[in-house]
């Protein structure tokens, strides 16, 4: 039986197919999100089944997760990024006690129980301070992509203290540091501390091994480890962090 | 939205279709009306009877906090009206004197004094202005500029003897303030007759938030929180809250809750206008059986003992107790919300905090603690402000709240199930032992 998880993100759209049967991902697919949400989530819904020959109707069930969620048509339902997520990394990690996702533009900290329910979640409100979006303005100020900005941190021996992590404030604080003749890197490495403190301090006190970390963020080398610092806790990376929580919303379609 | 100055301009419309002359006409149309329908033009309502009292020269008392005793204010021959503003559109004007970074309750009620928008703040001869928070008692320093104010020191340690005595003293103090501007004696008898009135009505109240604790209930929280009036005992209203309680308890129909998860709203207050977290609590799922916070049962648990010596005193014992944040430490919150609990069988807790509103936002530490960890309840914290820009994100949480509440439920069940066998297979083992 083909089950389907569609996660609707605010960068990009994934698609997970979970054959309930066997219990493994049959096919799964990734693309930037664009305008037209609703016709871009369903061109890879299709292509994603085009690469098994698959069509709609072999599909038994659609949960669609994600901001995007309800924009769905073809979707059965709908349930919500927490559930899912958790349900995501506990098919690849049964132990997991913690996850920290860092997507697009929002940041979440799941806690779990010892059956795998969510006992209590955190999530940024209003403003994308601490996610994506962060690193990538200050990406774009310092004229580099992700990864290059990822590497430009590991170089650094000395980085500085980004205190603003509003986005706008951050700008113009980077500004004020490159003006003072702060290396690059050194900003780039202070830029992913403050990412890793906000949320350490969205963490708390009460944070228990082991710690799973999840989004498109997880995908740079070194936040993991500046994470793991910020923590006081060892950081394990999912395997294809981006795809989780889509592979959750599969397996709540599944019924799992 | 609702705000005044619109109810306003629509109660004008509405008065030129049915003209004054026919009132006993307008009387019986009153009869038949839903308490629904009437509550749902509450502040033109109270307009009505606020600018008939004017009129007959009974003088208008703003008041912005569920400790102002409203009694004192009714035996003086004043009207008593709430001023809280719940609209974010009048933000903008009040941001013209306050930083931003404060709480929106203080900055809408602010903004309709810039934009001179709300006819009750318009109409008041006199502001009761209570230091229940740091952000109001300094926004009273700039609207009294203007407005002729009184204002009402709460003292803050919840278990001082000296802080009782003192807030004593304060209400005495309102007194003899509402005696010399208004130039009236207020006598005992007066005053006993106000407190009889708000009982008649906190007793009403009750009994209507009471229906939220039935399995199924009648209505929805979001109805049950328009069933409230900016002005007390307005006769027509307590005829109204009569006519609900008739209604809703001798309906035989099925209620509302259809499968909805039961939730507790705590924290600050949802002033008329600003309910929108409550609509998307109850929008996606939810039942809100419960409102902990002053527009909800908080003022309205306790009555002003009619018995005692001294009324003065039974009215400032009353109002002190009020569990506000504000307060420290403020144990008595803990010990309703326990209470509360027990009545109304939540499966959930949301707790709002308007944004910059430290004392809740301090607070909620200690509730989180209490609810996750005292009472097994999950809890979630919702901070915002009077925009919409985080509906979609506030909703996602919710869901998220409520999704979580069913799997611990489904969880239980089978727990339950898993119990239920293992007492018929060890009460088998044991009759086969018999045999």
């Known amino acids: ?256 | 939205m609702n705000r005044p100055g619109k109810d306003v301009k629509r109660r004008a419309v509405a008065r030129q279709a049915c003209c004054r002359g026919t009132a006993p006409a307008a009387r019986s149309r009153r009869q038949s009306l839903s308490p629904f329908r009437w509550f749902d033009d509450m502040i033109s309502h109270c307009l009505d009877y606020a600018e008939q009292a004017k009129a007959s020269r009974r003088p208008i008392v703003g008041i912005m906090c569920e400790y102002t005793p409203r009694e004192i204010i009714m035996a003086a021959g004043a009207v008593p009206v709430c001023l809280c503003g719940g609209d974010a559109d009048t933000i903008a004007s009040a941001e013209k004197h306050l930083p931003s970074n404060l709480c929106p309750l203080i900055k809408s009620t602010y903004g309709y004094l810039v934009e001179k928008a709300n006819p009750f703040l318009e109409m008041a001869d006199l502001i009761v202005a209570e230091t229940t928070c740091d952000g109001k008692k300094k926004m009273y320093e700039l609207m009294a500029r203007s407005r002729p104010m009184f204002v009402l020191e709460l003292p803050q340690k919840e278990n001082d003897a000296d802080a009782f005595i003192h807030w004593k003293a304060q209400v005495l103090a309102l007194k003899v303030e509402l005696e010399r501007r208004f130039d009236v004696r207020i006598t005992d008898c007066a005053l006993r007759a106000a407190i009889r009135d708000m009982n008649e009505e906190r007793s009403l109240r009750r009994r209507l938030a009471s229906l939220m604790k039935a399995e199924d209930p009648p209505l929805t929280g979001r109805r049950l929180l328009d069933l409230k009036s900016s002005i007390s005992c307005i006769p027509e209203d307590l005829a109204m809250y009569r006519n609900a309680l008739d209604f809703l308890e001798s309906r035989k129909r099925r209620g509302v809750s259809n499968g909805r998860v039961r939730v507790l709203v705590t924290g600050v207050p949802m002033v008329h206008g600003a309910e929108r977290v409550l609509d998307i609590v109850e929008e996606h799922g939810g039942l809100v059986v419960c409102m902990e916070n002053c527009t909800g049962v908080k003022p309205i648990l306790e009555d002003v003992d009619e018995s005692g010596p001294d009324p003065i005193e039974a009215l400032a014992r009353k109002y002190w107790k009020l569990p506000c944040s504000v307060k420290t430490p403020n144990e008595s919150r803990i010990e309703s919300l326990r209470h509360l609990v027990g009545e109304y069988r939540p499966e959930c807790v949301v707790e709002l905090v308007w944004q910059a509103c430290l004392t809740y936002d301090v607070e909620s530490d200690a509730i989180k603690t209490f609810f996750t960890e005292g009472m097994g309840l999950p809890y979630l914290k919702i901070e915002t402000d009077y925009s919409l820009s985080d509906s979609a994100r506030i909703a996602v949480r919710v869901e998220a709240l409520f999704e979580i509440v069913r799997r611990m439920g489904a969880r239980r069940e089978k727990g339950g199930a898993r119990a239920v066998r293992a007492v018929a297979a060890r009460s088998a083992a044991a009759n086969r032992r018999m045999s």
């Open chain 1, 1 to 256: 039986m083909i089950c389907c998880g569609i996660d609707v993100g605010s960068r990009t759209v994934k698609v997970v197919l979970f054959n309930s049967r066997t219990g493994k991902i049959v096919a799964s697919g990734i693309r930037d999100q664009g305008a037209d949400q609703e016709a871009l989530a369903a061109r890879l819904f299709d292509s994603v089944l085009k690469k098994r020959a698959l069509r709609r109707r072999d599909v038994s069930g659609v949960v669609a997760t994600g901001y995007g969620r309800q924009i769905c048509p073809f979707a059965d339902t709908t349930v919500t990024e927490i559930t899912c997520q958790a349900k995501g990394v506990l098919r690849l990690a049964p132990r997991a006690m913690t996850v920290i996702d860092i997507g697009g533009q929002d940041a979440k900290l799941l806690r779990l129980d010892r059956d795998g329910v969510v006992r209590d979640f955190a999530m940024n409100d209003r403003c994308a301070a601490g996610t994506g979006r962060f690193l990538e303005v200050v990406a774009a100020r310092l004229g580099v992509g992700l990864s290059e900005l990822d590497a430009m941190a590991s170089r650094s021996r000395k980085p500085s203290v980004i205190n603003s992590t509003c986005v706008v404030f951050a700008e113009s604080e980077i500004t004020g540091l490159l003006a003072a003749g702060v290396a690059a890197r050194d900003i780039a490495a202070g830029v992913r501390a403050s990412l890793a403190s906000r949320a350490s301090r969205m963490a708390g006190r009460d944070v228990e091994d082991p710690v799973v970390f999840t989004g498109g963020v997880a995908l740079l080398p070194g936040m993991a480890a500046a994470l793991g610092a910020a923590l006081g806790h060892s950081v394990l990376v999912a395997p294809q962090p981006q795809m989780t929580c889509a592979l959750g919303a599969a397996l709540c379609a599944a019924g799992l």
